[in-house]
């Protein structure tokens, strides 16, 4: 079995999919599976950890023209060349232009194919899609979902978005995973220095790009609220700005520090810091960076726009209805409590995330490549 990945691109300011496609991969291939992933480099000093970790097999075509897109044209040639008997398409997200090749290859040379939307489908629920996503749905995306052996989906949002837009396919739902093991013994003391870190304060970490979608105006002012009442607390703030007008219009408030895009070390020096988590999105299909707090025993505070559910459930965190008013109460109450009562759900949050490991998601998309194989063999 041979799985060809196509992304449209890969560096860490991406977002998610940069990081759960090829910890995806990572684990297949510990299971035996031949993976080779292939994607756009829009930039030449582009980074991602998890390729540079993992010694992953991934073949960066550079940008032709529009950035939106993701053109190349020689993406085609270079993948064609790589299909054997036993191939599997496995395409994740859906309407830029490497999306519509594997879609292509797939159906020129009858391979199977795995269609991930990976909250794509959530633009057409909320009815943000802009004019070109629309051309993209009209030109191949739907019929490219209807062709598609199987649908994966992280959480089942997802199904219902995807069902609302007439897609009757097949769909599997496997949620992305996380790494528990944690690989750093200390502390970046220079980032330590930049936040002036003070043992005795308490800080609030956000983590996500930095774009309306992902709510950090709603921290923001929350923050601008309760800072007279609560001194001892300081925000931090990880991410890449990806709309620089939004982030020209957040407030410049003392005691939040913007940290922009870190990783490794750094990104593990600031959750280990850190005593809340704060994702106040509008809607994610899985929530990488909460999953990661909760492996860092933080307690959450998240909006129904993502697919925790099981915060509430099991009192790990904070879920609720977005909107400032909610979000300001949530924060009171974290606030409020003791040093005790947030490891309390911290670890909680920890008991949940152990059930989404990437060796068990892993295993469940490998035998999901088999029963596609089987199916088409019958």
């Known amino acids: 079995m041979k799985i060809l990945h196509i992304i449209e691109n890969l560096d860490n300011s991406y977002g998610g999919p940069a990081k759960s496609v090829p910890l995806l991969v990572k684990y297949l291939n510990k299971l035996g599976i031949k993976n080779k992933i292939f994607t756009i480099q829009v930039n030449k000093n582009e980074k991602n950890s998890v390729l540079d ?3 992953i097999d991934v073949i960066k075509v550079p940008l032709e023209g529009l950035k939106k897109i993701k053109y190349s044209s020689v993406l085609e040639d270079i993948i064609v060349k790589e299909i054997t008997p036993d191939t599997i398409v ?15 290859i797939a159906k020129k040379y009858n391979l199977p194919l795995v269609v991930s939307v990976r909250g794509t489908m959530y633009e057409w629920a909320l009815n943000q899609s802009k004019y070109i996503k629309k051309f993209a749905m009209w030109l191949f995306q739907r019929s490219m979902l209807n062709f598609a ?9 997802e199904i219902k978005a995807l069902q609302n837009i007439g897609i009757k396919n097949d769909f599997i739902l496997i949620a992305n995973g996380i790494e528990l ?3 750093f013994s200390s502390l970046n003391q220079e980032l330590l220095n930049k936040i002036s870190y003070d043992k005795n304060k308490r800080y609030i970490m956000f983590l996500g790009r930095i774009v309306h979608n992902k709510g950090l105006h709603y921290l923001i002012e929350s923050y601008k609220n309760i800072k007279n009442k609560y001194i001892d607390v300081e925000m931090l703030v990880v991410g890449g700005i990806e709309d620089r007008k939004y982030f020209n219009s957040l407030e410049q408030i003392n005691g939040i520090h913007f940290l922009g895009m ?3 070390i750094e990104k593990h020096t600031i959750f280990s810091i850190s005593s809340l988590f704060v994702l106040p999105s509008k809607s994610e299909n899985f929530g990488i960076s909460i999953a990661e707090a909760m492996s860092y025993k933080l307690p959450v505070i998240t909006t129904h726009g993502t697919p925790w559910k099981e915060i509430e459930e099991n009192d790990a965190g904070w879920w609720i209805e ?3 008013i ?3 109460k949530a924060m009171n109450e974290a606030l409020d409590c003791s040093s005790d009562e947030l490891k309390a759900k911290g ?12 060796d068990k998601q892993a295993l469940k998309m490998k035998q999901n490549y088999n029963d596609i194989l089987n199916k088409r063999n019958k």
């Open 181 to 183: 093991e944690n690989k």
């Open 347 to 358: 670890k909680r949050g920890f008991d949940i995330i152990k059930h989404y490991t990437w």
């Open 326 to 328: 909610n979000i300001d």
């Open 322 to 324: 977005l909107n400032q």
């Open 262 to 264: 870190i990783d490794g």
């Open 90 to 104: 496995h395409v994740h997200t859906v309407w830029t232009y490497p999306t519509y090749i594997g879609y292509k």
């Open 149 to 157: 052996d199987i649908i994966h989906v992280t959480e089942k949002g």
């Open 53 to 55: 970790e993992n010694n």
